[in-house]
């Protein structure tokens, strides 16, 4: 249902003229796995493949630059294209996007760039050397205010991130001035039918029987913040 509503929000953004949606929550709660394993594969759907052009989802880490830029390469080489250099402007990466749908043959398409554990560019203290050469979690995030704050109407570009609650604050304050262009979506607990799907789900696709009472077993010892990762 996350999923979906995800995918909803999306939609409205795109319409709305809107370009960055931030999924929040408490960590632990599934924000990456929304994304990984719920959103993206949904987007890439066959039935919604002519709307999206969908980046695989990469974390920022201590180099932004080059994850983005590894991420661009993978979608370069499968549409049979040499990989392109990082890029470090708004206009350059536009400028990637407008060949990349090009040569995927989705000239009409919506670019999704998935950024998972957005908190991680307000984590990173910046290097002498990332100073100097602009590649350092500050400059990436001026990048991306550039690119939701000044559309080109060539090429609409949506940025669907996931970040702690805890570090809303601090994103907001940054200079950039990306965080008063987000819309946010709020990612609560799983609750026990939640829990169930995700622990029996996944069993039923692989045709694995689980033993009678087992997910309810697992699913009681699910109360506590942290539970999420330490069932997985």
């Known amino acids: 249902r996350e999923s979906e509503e995800v995918v909803r929000r999306l939609r409205s953004l795109r319409q709305a003229g809107g370009a960055f ?3 929040l929550g408490a960590s632990g709660c ?16 066959k039935r919604e493949c002519e ?3 969908v980046l695989d989802p990469f974390r920022p880490g201590a180099e932004p630059f080059g994850e983005l830029g590894d991420v661009l390469a993978s979608a370069f080489e499968a ?16 400028g990637l996007l407008r060949q990349l749908r090009r040569k995927s043959g989705h ?7 998935p950024i998972d554990q957005f908190e991680e560019l ?9 100073v100097r050469e602009g590649g350092g979690a500050d ?6 205010a550039e690119l939701v704050g000044h559309a080109d109407g060539l090429v609409l570009v949506l940025v669907l991130g996931t970040m702690r609650s805890d570090f809303l604050g601090a994103f907001q304050l940054h200079p950039s001035d990306l965080g008063q262009r987000v819309d946010q979506f709020l990612l609560g607990p799983l609750n ?14 692989v045709g694995l029987k689980l033993e009678t009472g087992l997910g309810l077993r697992l699913e009681k010892d699910t109360s506590t913040g942290d539970a999420l990762p330490l069932l997985a």
């Open 21 to 23: 949606l931030l999924v």
């Open 30 to 45: 599934g924000k990456s796995s929304l994304l990984r394993a719920g959103v993206v594969p949904q987007l890439r759907q």
């Open 51 to 53: 709307s999206w052009l």
């Open 79 to 94: 549409v049979g294209e040499a990989p392109p250099e990082p890029p470090y402007t708004a206009a350059e990466f536009r």
């Open 107 to 113: 000239r009409e398409a919506s670019v999704v760039v």
């Open 122 to 130: 307000l984590l990173v203290q910046p290097s002498r050397d990332e």
């Open 139 to 144: 400059q990436f995030l001026s990048l991306l």
């Open 192 to 205: 026990t039918e939640g829990i169930l799907q995700v622990i029996e789900g996944p069993a039923r696709r």
